[in-house]
């Protein structure tokens, strides 16, 4: 921080100082940008212990949209230490999905929640077909049954080309 003075009579001044500001109890979190459906992938969950003093935290976490492997454990945090932990998770459905965790030690409690986007598991998948019709001309194509409703999309573009008729006279 800098602070800057001027008095009534043009004296001036400044002075600099540093400082850090973190909470006795802490934690967070370290989860991938996305998930895709049906990815398998760890989750790892940080408790800093700030004081001076051992403490007893109990690590809790939650999800909406995923499956996960935690449950609530005890840890001993040494004083001014960080202890990880690590939890599997499974994306499940959906285009949005919620991880949480806190820690509780005493008096002291943190507590942190993310949005995890979700994507759904797809295929781009790209047909052509070219001929030649005098009337009319039937396509026969299919969907999946599981496939995600709000991301299909089939689109049929028909474009006239001479060329077509070029071919044939040759």
């Known amino acids: ?7 009534a009579d043009t004296r001036g001044g ?3 100082a540093n400082f850090e500001v973190n909470k006795p109890l ?3 979190l370290d989860l991938p940008r996305f998930a895709t459906q049906g990815d398998h992938f760890r989750i790892s969950a940080y408790v800093h212990n700030e004081t001076d003093r051992e403490l007893s935290v109990t690590l809790d976490s939650w999800t909406r949209g995923l499956r996960l492997d935690a449950r609530k454990e005890q840890l001993a945090v040494q004083p001014h230490k960080v202890v990880r932990r690590d939890w599997w998770a499974t994306a499940i459905s959906g285009t949005r999905a919620t991880i949480g965790a806190s820690a509780v030690a005493a008096a002291l409690n943190d507590a942190v929640e993310f949005p995890l986007p ?4 797809t295929k781009t998948q790209f047909d ?3 001929g030649q019709t005098e009337d009319r001309a039937q396509l026969i194509s299919s969907i999946r049954d599981d496939a995600a409703a709000d991301r299909t999309q089939l689109t049929v573009a028909v ?3 001479i060329a077509s008729s070029l071919f044939s006279s040759l």
Do not use: G
């Open 159 to 161: 474009a006239p080309s």
């Open 14 to 16: 400044q002075a600099r």
């Open 128 to 130: 052509a077909w070219s």
């Open 26 to 28: 802490m934690v967070r």
């Open 1 to 7: 921080v800098t602070v800057r003075a001027v008095s």
């Open 118 to 121: 979700l994507n759904p598991f």
